[in-house]
């Protein structure tokens, strides 16, 4: 989930960064306090955690679902854990000071450090997720969900296990979560690393090559395939008949069909490599169908996906309708068109089968397959469909308010929420000695609190409470034994 | 919640490093590579993470229940931000490399960040609770749960409110979870800023020793008054007369008859000060009558806590049976006796109302009154009594494993689990094609899954499931169509 950078982004934080100096510098020309969070960072309010709440748990309700164990590893590792494994995009990872001790460096994915927690604990099996922030000195593009500090929300099944059955499963997670999150429709390309390498290798690109070709095919779904074709020529030094070779084969797409095809395909076949993983994803498919989820996925030869560590299949998936959500975002915030194009990834993973081995002394090899959920994304896209709705987003639970209409009744009400907090219920009191009933009542209204328990002389006197719904402005007398059976009655549903 | 340091700690501590270096040198005396998390940090395994899942669970239940909403702020912050909040402590904050750009550093508590992002919103009124870990170069002391990454849970009420009603709630907070958590007979601490101010004064402390002998004062939950006293007096220049009177104050303890006895003191009545901290405590003790909590708060004079920015009252809750618990953890990690003394400790917080003006702009003030509840020794409390407790910690929530009898149905296997995870249903299978009955059984077993949905080739001819019941190996057969609503009624019980 990597973009090119637009020159209008360069601009704009050149903008920034003036109009940043300029407060710093107050009327007289002093330095003043900056009061901001950090570059790329944000803080969440509660209506962003209100949303982001909701997310988690569905997907975490569908981890749980398939049975994940969870962990949770330091927000920091030693930096030697994390060197070697992010190829080019090491140059993006936090370090810390050197404070006395040891080397030390912000996680940069979520990945690696399982990989260590495995290695280190020597477990062969596990299914577990891991939610958690990740931290790259990216250039950030917050409009469009791209930040320093983001959550990775991540699924792993690691072991040794028959061809392709986790596989399939973790497509199953990712259909499940899109579905559920309700984020309008999707598509989950499918590939294969071996695929990819054999096709390099029919097509006449030279071993040392593979890699800088796949991150340059990486770009199809961005940049046009004669660009694409140019940076291989020109700046690569592929010959321009293997470059249109590969042309050929990226531009098709498709389900077991395809893959059937291809392993018919007189220059396809001749590569073992590419032969494993077509066999690999006719079997996937096939699982795949019974999970009744092939409606949405397609195997695509242009998927190539960035990181060094995948040795099999790998997956992406992607909003189709990203379009509307995103012209509403760039209307909102008054950025370049570019910014917007492709917010459509949301989720992606693969196989890595070789990389516990790096972590283990003696390289034994934990073979693992995973997908990471592209949260922040989601975020944004809840976020805009939250704004746009006429709903409003409540940020707490609160079920009743204990409100007084006369003066002097502050230890009532007191005494009164001590009962509902005791019993389970939500609720809330004004912290005045002597609050009006009518700012009490528009408490309520602007929180979303759907009864008030209203507390009077004549009340106190009959052992009853006022019970006000705040949205019919209904009143109804209640013994104060039978308060909390109502209030649960009533908002519990 | 601090310590002082033991020679004990220190022995140990060298013995560390030089294991470590020794297992760094291999047979070969060549350098391998180190397969740990950072000094003074963790991983949490998924029991760990079991238990931690229902800690905060209660927790998060307890501060919505109060109407909190939540917030997040980034890991890290602007450098300046933290400086100049934490006095002597700020030595033990992470910094960050500087890698070009700003100067950061990792946060060192949530309060600070939470007095920043009210300033930087402008927001006067808010009820919120915030979960995160926080960083601190400490020694660590991890067998007493001291860990240099760790998490906090807070709860904060910011707001120009009447007296003693939000601190009054907090309290509340702190006696509701304390009970809900189970963890044995606990008291609350109570005492006043205003009150040890006074105090000092009417005892003749100079002004300028005031925090000073504070945090002497602080350390007599840990020393005798004889060693507090020749601190003042020795170290702090104090003169023994004044060290005579603090230490006839500092030994009281009571309820609000203490705070009416003091009120009419002839010394301590001289200062306004703690004649304003006295009637305040007295209003608190009224107010936690009618929550019906006083059995466990006793205003004590020798509570000061360590932080710069209380300005009102304050508060610790100390756990009264602690020593069972901790000499278990002494015995299992074989260290010195010394460093299981005072796990006591697992919730403090007070008044601080001058913070978040130290961020704004023009100095305007936003009241504050919050508690943080100390969760990484609560932690280490409930995984000492899962160790101890016969009952086994579940790491999944998995209602049903799908298995087969017999060879070749996978296929139908998937099917199935599709079909029960598209109902809701937590459910696993074997990732092999084809598992051995009893090897799934033992899964089970093991993993605490409590049904079996079991298929053979009759099974698939009428139509039907066997369905398992492993505690008790009942086997019934089950109709398709009534399969997910059995599963429901035996496990969501």
Same mark, same amino acid.
């Given at each position: 989930?990597?973009?090119?950078?637009?020159?209008?982004?360069?601009?704009?934080?050149?903008?920034?960064?003036?109009?940043?100096?300029?407060?710093? @510098?107050?009327?007289?020309?002093?330095?003043?306090?900056?009061?901001?969070?950090?570059?790329?960072?944000?803080?969440?309010?509660?209506?962003?955690?209100a949303?982001?709440e $909701?997310?988690?748990?569905?997907?975490?309700?569908?981890?749980?679902?398939?049975?994940?164990?969870?962990?949770?590893?330091?927000?920091?590792?030693?930096?030697?854990?994390?060197?070697?494994?992010?190829?080019?995009?090491?140059?993006?990872?936090?370090?810390?000071?050197?404070?006395?001790?040891?080397?030390?460096?912000?996680?940069?994915?979520?990945?690696?450090?399982?990989?260590?927690?495995?290695?280190?604990?020597?477990?062969?099996?596990?299914?577990?997720?891991?939610?958690?922030?990740?931290?790259?000195?990216?250039?950030?593009?917050?409009?469009?969900?791209?930040?320093?500090?983001?959550?990775?929300?991540?699924?792993?099944?690691?072991?040794?296990?028959?061809?392709?059955?986790?596989?399939?499963? *973790?497509?199953?997670?990712?259909?499940?979560? @899109?579905?559920?999150?309700?984020?309008?429709?999707?598509?989950?390309?499918?590939?294969?690393?071996?695929?990819?390498?054999?096709?390099?290798?029919?097509?006449?690109?030279?071993?040392?090559?593979?890699?800088?070709? *796949?991150?340059?095919?990486?770009?199809?779904?961005?940049?046009?395939?004669?660009?694409? $074709? $140019?940076?291989?020529?020109?700046?690569?030094?592929?010959?321009?008949?293997?470059?249109?070779?590969?042309?050929?084969?990226?531009?098709?797409?498709?389900?077991?069909?395809?893959?059937?095809?291809?392993?018919?395909?007189?220059?396809?076949?001749?590569?073992?490599?590419? *032969?494993?993983?077509?066999?690999?994803?006719?079997?996937?498919?096939?699982?795949?169908?019974?999970?009744?989820?092939?409606?949405?996925?397609?195997?695509?030869?242009?998927?190539?996906?960035?990181?060094?560590?995948?040795?099999?299949?790998?997956?992406?998936?992607?909003?189709?309708?990203?379009?509307?959500?995103?012209?509403?975002?760039?209307?909102?915030?008054?950025?370049?068109?570019?910014?917007?194009?492709?917010?459509?990834?949301?989720?992606?993973?693969?196989?890595?089968?070789?990389?516990?081995?790096?972590?283990?002394?003696?390289?034994?090899?934990?073979?693992?397959?995973?997908?990471?959920?592209?949260?922040?994304?989601?975020?944004?896209?809840?976020?805009?469909?939250?704004?746009?709705?006429?709903?409003?987003?409540r940020t707490t639970e609160v079920q009743?308010?204990?409100?007084?209409?006369?003066?002097?009744?502050?230890?009532?009400?007191?005494?009164?929420?001590?009962?509902?907090?005791?019993?389970?219920i939500k609720a809330?009191?004004?912290?005045?000695?002597?609050?009006?009933? @009518?700012?009490?009542?528009?408490? *309520?209204?602007?929180a979303g609190i759907p @009864?008030?328990?209203?507390?009077?002389?004549?009340?106190?006197?009959?052992?009853?409470? $006022?019970?006000?719904?705040?949205?019919?402005?209904?009143?109804?007398?209640?013994?104060?034994?039978?308060?909390?059976?109502?209030?649960?009655?009533?908002t519990e549903?």
């Open positions: 989930i990597r973009h090119v950078n637009q020159p209008f982004v360069a601009i704009d934080e050149e903008v920034a960064k003036l109009l940043e100096l300029k407060a710093q @510098l107050g009327d007289d020309g002093k330095t003043q306090f900056v009061l901001k969070t950090p570059k790329g960072t944000r803080d969440y309010n509660p209506k962003q955690m949303i982001r $909701k997310v988690f748990n569905t997907i975490i309700r569908c981890f749980k679902r398939h049975g994940a164990e969870t962990i949770d590893t330091p927000v920091f590792e030693l930096k030697e854990t994390l060197t070697g494994k992010y190829g080019e995009d090491s140059k993006l990872i936090y370090d810390l000071k050197d404070q006395g001790g040891e080397l030390l460096s912000l996680r940069y994915d979520l990945t690696v450090p399982f990989a260590r927690y495995l290695a280190m604990n020597k477990i062969t099996n596990i299914k577990r997720y891991h939610i958690a922030k990740v931290y790259r000195r990216d250039n950030p593009a917050m409009t469009r969900g791209r930040y320093r500090e983001f959550y990775q929300c991540d699924f792993d099944i690691a072991g040794q296990y028959d061809a392709m059955i986790p596989d399939a499963e *973790c497509l199953k997670i990712v259909h499940e979560i @899109l579905n559920e999150l309700d984020l309008g429709d999707f598509r989950i390309k499918v590939n294969d690393r071996r695929i990819l390498d054999g096709m390099f290798a029919v097509c006449g690109v030279p071993d040392d090559k593979f890699r800088t070709i *796949c991150s340059t095919v990486d770009k199809l779904d961005k940049m046009s395939w004669e660009d694409v $074709k $140019k940076e291989m020529v020109n700046e690569k030094g592929l010959s321009e008949e293997a470059a249109d070779q590969i042309g050929e084969y990226v531009s098709m797409q498709g389900g077991m069909d395809l893959a059937e095809r291809l392993l018919q395909d007189h220059k396809m076949s001749q590569s073992k490599q590419a *032969c494993a993983g077509l066999s690999d994803i006719k079997l996937l498919f096939k699982y795949l169908q019974l999970f009744h989820v092939t409606d949405k996925v397609v195997f695509d030869l242009s998927l190539a996906r960035g990181l060094d560590y995948y040795t099999g299949v790998i997956y992406e998936a992607v909003l189709t309708q990203a379009g509307t959500v995103s012209a509403a975002n760039e209307a909102q915030n008054d950025t370049n068109a570019e910014e917007s194009v492709s917010v459509g990834s949301v989720a992606g993973g693969g196989r890595y089968d070789g990389l516990v081995g790096m972590f283990d002394p003696k390289g034994r090899r934990v073979p693992c397959v995973g997908v990471s959920i592209g949260i922040e994304r989601i975020f944004s896209i809840m976020e805009q469909k939250a704004e746009a709705s006429p709903q409003k987003v009743i308010m204990v409100a007084s209409a006369q003066k002097n009744l502050l230890e009532e009400r007191l005494q009164l929420i001590s009962e509902l907090w005791n019993a389970g809330e009191l004004m912290y005045k000695k002597n609050p009006k009933l @009518l700012s009490q009542l528009q408490y *309520c209204e602007e @009864l008030v328990a209203i507390l009077g002389e004549q009340e106190l006197k009959d052992g009853v409470v $006022k019970l006000r719904v705040v949205a019919t402005r209904e009143e109804v007398d209640i013994s104060r034994a039978d308060l909390i059976s109502e209030i649960k009655r009533r549903a």
